[in-house]
């Protein structure tokens, strides 16, 4: 039986950045994982921990060594091995000598009805202790860092510089250089309240108790966070708040801590004349703080941070954090005066000094387009054309205010707020927030009609200029964020059931860059990057890749008319008819593909319906044409399918009686004609042949 260890692997850093120390951490885990798995060291269980300080993995149970490889090298042909009276011929001969072996000594292999010379050989696994070394620098190089930096004068590079390693396989140590620090087995406690080294000999029993125990350090990301999470959720009650714990805050805080404890803190109530958002930003962005409500869900002037260190004097603490944040909130205060006496309308002209792209205009000229377009939008969707045409000129003004400039994730906030202030329609301000949504994954959408034309003008606006100017987004590298404005504006389109054309909004939206772009080649390079943004959106909901297929070959070029299509043919697949259907749709595919020669006529000639399986067809074609095209008129798809899969019966005996490709033309012909009209029904609703059985 192999003799297995657990693997004990401490990268020590000064602090890493705080937004990606989870990532790199489980980034780290799963490398080490896959470098285990590539150099064939069977192992247990991986356990990941990670603190502002520190990157560790714990594998349990790894191989000692790898298991022995049998090599099997293959030769020349046994035809060209040997000559006719068995001796071997300089092929044979070669090989054996790269083998160091006489040609006595090679094997032969039989492969592929062939006969080949061979030689096996078995390859001595190597120890994990020389193996784990570079496993480790391959998964740290391999990290997904933006940036790395060099300190001291070495050449080693890493987020942040490495201060200490520990390599233990078991209790022994193993010995090496990572990114030029020398591995050793001790490690390091909290930065203030543990300074001194902490030896480990057991790392699987003794790494966590040792940290929590004496070095003052919670090591365990999770855990961290969960005890992060009930501290804050304790201390509000004990202030008669509810915290609002927003998991990217909750994140960046436990990735900011290595021993947490709670402060809490009030402000004065004066501040609260302000937005709440505009608070709220303050209180995150600028200081990490929670912020509480009341249980009618109003703002309190009240906080709960998070500090890294036990401090004797929590008073004191308390103190300096209200300290701090009063200058945040009496700038904030003066920058939501001073931007009210200006109103957004008269920030317009001053949009010409920014750009938007260097290629594409200013955001004045980006303003201007998306009055126009969401002018029209709006119009289709029985909005109010003048107030769309509004909320378009001021929607970028925002961005020129001073509390924007402080807070950039409060744009269209700010707006709506000013807005409102200047005297605009509720509907206008209403629009200048929503035309952002949805801002992330899963976010809400627009609920008024102008908001709803401004958010499709917006993005359709960008999407088309960018992709005019050649960059489109590749791998990773997403700079003006299309992917979510193309997944946004199809939300917009479904969720909200906006039965608009894709293919004509991007249309509208090329013409307004008024020849800086390509119009007849930026249009469908858009709408088939949509589409694909579209196979993600319906797959991560459950659609099969074979139906979606099935509605995309159709190309329906409106995104809420593509969803009634798909919902229609996820309903059809559960019918008894539909894999019999779908298989006689593929066979009269390639029927009429393949009817070189012979094309069907422009209508069906009843006098020419010989057998009487093709003529219960045409009648059951014909009764069930009368049936859907009332639904079809109406796009109940699903009442369509359902109709069509009483063909089932027909269409079978039509197959095991009629001959299609018969030797009389004209028979051909009609025959050709019937499957054409069958054929062209369904694909008025979609193209069930690519549906899989």
Known sequence: MTDTRDLFIEIGTEELPPKTLNRLSQAFGAGIRLGLDKLRLDHGAVRIYATPRRLAVLVEQVASTQPDKEIVKRGPALSAAFDAQGRPTQAALGFARSCGVAVEALERLETDNRSWLAFRSAEIGQTAQALIPGLVTEALVALPIPKRMRWGTGEAEFVRPIQWVVLLFGSELIEAEILGVRSDRLTYGHRFHHRAPLPLVDPARSYVSLLEGQGFVLPGFERRR???????????????????????????????????????????????????????????????????????????????????????????????????????????????????????????????????????????????????????????????????????????????TQLVGEFPELQGIMGRYYAAHDGESQEVATALDEHYLPRKAFDRLPGTKTGQALALADKLDTLVGIFGIGQVPSGDSDPFALRRAALGTLRILIESRLDLDLEELLTRAAHNYAGRVDEASVVPQVFDFMMERLRGYYLEDGVTADIFEAVLARRPKRPYDFGQRLLAVVAFRKLPEAESLASANKRIGNILRQATGTHPLAALDESLLREPAEAAL????????????????????????????????????????????????????????????????????????????
């Not at 709220?280 to 906080?303: C, N, S, V, W």
């Not at 103190?319 to 701090?324: K, L, P």
């Open 226 to 400: 969960a005890l992060i999470r009930e501290q804050v959720e304790q201390a509000a009650k004990e202030i008669d708040g509810i915290a609002v714990i927003e998991p990217d805050l909750l994140d960046e805080v436990t990735a900011l801590v290595e021993w947490p404890a709670i402060i809490s803190g009030t402000f004065d109530p004066k501040f609260l004349t302000m937005p709440p958002e505009v608070l709220i930003a303050t209180m995150r962005d600028q200081q990490r703080y929670f912020h509480l409500l009341d249980e009618a869900g109003r703002l309190l002037p009240k906080f709960i941070g998070v500090t890294n260190i036990e401090s004797r004097h929590p008073e004191t603490i308390r103190r300096g954090n209200e300290r701090v944040i009063k200058p945040r909130l009496t700038d904030a205060a003066f920058f939501w005066d001073q931007d009210r006496r200006k109103p957004l309308s008269e920030r317009l002209d001053a949009l010409r000094e920014v750009i938007f792209q260097k290629q594409l205009g200013t955001l004045h000229d980006k303003s201007l387009r998306l009055a126009f377009l969401a002018r029209a939008i709006a119009r289709q969707i029985q909005g109010n054309p003048d107030d769309a045409e509004r909320a378009g000129l001021l929607s970028k003004c925002d961005l020129l």
């Open 618 to 693: 045409a009648r059951e074609l014909g009764r069930i044409h009368a049936m859907v095209q009332p639904k079809l008129q109406h796009r109940d798809y699903t009442g369509v399918l359902t109709d069509l899969a009483g063909l089932r019966d027909s269409v079978d005996s039509f197959f095991d009686q009629v001959l299609v490709m018969c030797e009389d033309q004209s028979l051909r012909c009609n025959r050709l004609t019937l499957l054409h009209k069958l054929n062209g029904l369904f694909l008025e609703v979609a193209d069930i042949s690519r549906l899989q059985g």
